[in-house]
């Protein structure tokens, strides 16, 4: 085939061509940037229909809360309440665990004549108690047990004497003080 076409005719349809493929990227680019644009705008959109939903449910809870405020104080209130109430029964001296671990400290052959517990004996004033004995070995016994245990802090002995009952003729008397850490 010949090319009978001159050189500038030929020069033109090259240019013409090259416009023609600028024109379709020019076309491309601006399809593009449309579309991002829309893009953009709908997520826009989106999330400002989002964001007044959830200010909303904000609002919403907002109020809900304060409904619920008061009713927290109440609770926190009572809570309180409890926990002194807990404090004060903390305590409190249970004399029967008192008598029940005195009977364990108390040792075989010696009963116990005496004893007044009152809740000053728990806060320092100390108590006495007048036991009797089989024997002076039983009766010494019972000073050593007494001194020993964690139920007393201060044990002290007035002595014994040999006047006692029936059956357990040495008496003895000591002074002692409760420790409330003992009865736990």
């Known amino acids: 085939m010949i090319n009978l076409l001159s050189d500038q005719r030929k020069d033109d349809i090259?240019?013409?061509?090259?416009?023609?493929?600028?024109?379709?990227?020019?076309?491309?680019?601006?399809?593009a940037t449309l579309f991002v644009a829309?893009?953009?705008?709908v997520s826009y959109s989106l999330l400002q229909v989002t964001k007044s939903s959830n200010e909303a449910i904000?609002?919403?809870?907002?109020?809900?809360?304060?409904?619920?405020s008061d009713?927290?104080?109440?609770?926190?209130?009572?809570?309180?309440?409890?926990?002194d109430a807990s404090n004060i029964l903390n305590q409190e001296v249970r004399y029967s665990q008192v008598l029940v671990?005195?009977?364990?400290?108390t040792p075989a052959g010696t009963i116990l004549d005496k004893l007044t517990l009152t809740s000053a004996n728990f806060a320092g004033t100390p108590a006495e108690i007048t036991a009797y004995a089989k024997s002076n070995t039983e009766a010494t016994t019972l000073q050593t047990q007494f001194q020993s245990s964690?139920?007393?802090s201060n044990v002290t002995s007035q002595g014994t004497e040999t006047q006692g009952i029936?059956?357990?003729?040495?008496?003895?008397?000591?002074?002692?003080?409760?420790?409330?850490t003992g009865i736990q």
Not at 14 to 31: D, E, G, K, T
Not at 59 to 68: C, F, G, L, P, V
Request: charged residues 20%; glycine residues 4%.
């Open 150 to 152: 964690p139920l007393f």
């Open 71 to 83: 009713t927290k104080a109440e609770v926190d209130a009572l809570s309180a309440k409890l926990t």
């Open 38 to 41: 829309g893009s953009l705008y």
């Open 14 to 31: 090259r240019a013409a061509r090259a416009n023609v493929i600028l024109v379709r990227y020019s076309a491309l680019i601006l399809l």
């Open 166 to 180: 029936d059956g357990y003729p040495v008496t003895v008397k000591m002074t002692v003080t409760f420790n409330k």
């Open 101 to 105: 671990k005195l009977g364990q400290i």
């Open 58 to 68: 904000i609002e919403s809870n907002d109020t809900k809360a304060d409904i619920y």
